[in-house]
């Protein structure tokens, strides 16, 4: 089982940036699609970005479009979120996961391993 930890989670005022990190453990990154996910209080988990393997395609809710960005580094088992333009409403822990198989890649149940989540909170 594949061990999933994020960073860079943090405390930032409206308009900011933030980056997020997702180290992954085990020797067949490259070869799993992977997701960040974020949950409010209150709120289910709820899609945010996705890329294949390969990080060539990618996919984003239509609330972050434009101003997250999803990459990886396949040589240091590593997925990024940069967020700009950081508005109040994606306050949220952040949750990196590793896509499963061919689900929908929006639904939770389409991944099989997630790391323990990193705190966004962006004061207006």
């Known amino acids: 089982q594949v061990q999933l930890v994020e960073s860079g989670g943090g405390l930032v005022q409206a308009g900011g940036s933030l980056r997020l990190s997702c180290a992954a453990s085990g020797r067949t990154f490259s070869s799993y699609a992977m997701g960040w996910f974020r949950q409010a209080p209150g709120k289910e988990r709820e899609f945010v970005s996705g890329?294949?393997?390969?990080?060539?395609?990618?996919y984003y809710a239509d609330s972050v479009k434009g101003r997250f960005t999803i990459s990886r580094d396949n040589a240091k088992n590593t997925v990024y979120l940069q967020m700009n333009s950081l508005k109040p409403e994606d306050t949220a822990v952040y949750y990196c996961?590793?896509?499963?198989?061919?689900?929908?890649?929006?639904?939770?149940?389409?991944?099989?391993?997630w790391g323990q989540g990193t705190q966004v909170t962006v004061s207006s």
């Open positions: 890329c294949s393997g390969s990080g060539g395609v990618t």
């Open positions: 996961a590793r896509r499963s198989g061919s689900g929908n890649y929006q639904r939770p149940l389409s991944y099989d391993n």
